[in-house]
């Protein structure tokens, strides 16, 4: 069956270090693939996508995402952490089966930034 | 501010009852669609409408239904709540018909509790 997975429920990381959040999905086929941040009390925000092509994908707010279609993986990273990034960040997966129509999303990872 | 706007932000009832959720989408936006985000179920996909018509549906319960007005605000019912069904509820909207290439704009939710 089809799924995204987040491992890490929570994350630290210091203020200026660097981050990599963790995304896996299972199926066959490459699927379309999202980064969202929701900051507290705050809607979805959309950080970056990817459909095709060039599998380093540039966001907003100085995030970037690698697809690696060998691992089924679509990790997010950013070289040097803001304290304004504490938040909780999802991967969401549009699977080709479902016509890209119905997004699933992963558990969601919570970023602390320490001082 | 996505431009999304949900009513209300909070609302409290009691098992059994019905509750209506509002949303208006940004301006422009023909598609909206509505998010369950619960402890236990995490962030799910209920059902999504395209100038009226409902073009892809999720988990949603039988319980619930939901619809798109012309002016395209769109309205989501619960009926005969339960405990479980606490939760955030998320509408979000885009331009088109494809959930995949479109990027979706998230409003900031309303709170359901069911006492």
């Known amino acids: 069956a089809q799924s995204v997975t987040q491992p890490d429920i929570h994350i630290t990381v210091s203020e200026g270090a660097s981050l990599e959040l963790r995304c896996n999905y299972s199926?066959?086929?490459?699927?379309?693939l999202f980064w969202y941040v929701q900051s507290p009390g705050q809607g979805l925000q959309l950080l970056l996508k990817?459909?095709?092509?060039?599998?380093l994908v540039q966001g907003i707010k100085g995030f970037e995402a690698e697809f690696k279609r060998s691992q089924s993986s679509f990790n997010l990273r950013k070289p040097s952490v803001h304290w304004s990034d504490a938040a909780e960040y999802f991967c969401?997966?549009?699977?080709?089966?479902?016509?890209?129509?119905?997004?699933?999303f992963g558990t969601g990872t919570r970023l602390l930034v320490s001082p | 501010d996505s431009g999304v706007t949900q009513t209300p932000k909070h609302l409290i009832t009691a098992t059994g009852q019905r509750v209506t959720l509002r949303c208006s989408p940004r301006?422009?936006?023909?598609?909206v669609y509505w998010y369950q985000q619960s402890l236990d179920q995490g962030l799910q996909f209920l059902i999504q409408?395209?100038?009226?018509?409902?073009?892809a549906k999720g988990n949603i319960l039988e319980r619930f239904s939901a619809q798109q007005f012309p002016d395209l605000h769109s309205e989501l019912n619960l009926s005969s709540l339960e405990l479980g069904d606490s939760a955030l509820y998320f509408c979000a909207s885009s331009v088109g018909d494809s959930g995949g290439t479109d990027t979706q704009y998230f409003g900031p939710g309303t709170r359901l509790t069911v006492l």
């Open positions: 199926y066959g086929a490459t699927p379309y």
């Open positions: 990817y459909f095709s092509g060039d599998t």
């Open positions: 969401a997966v549009l699977f080709p089966n479902t016509g890209f129509q119905k997004l699933v």
């Open positions: 409408y395209y100038n009226g018509e409902e073009r």
């Open positions: 301006s422009g936006d023909l598609s």
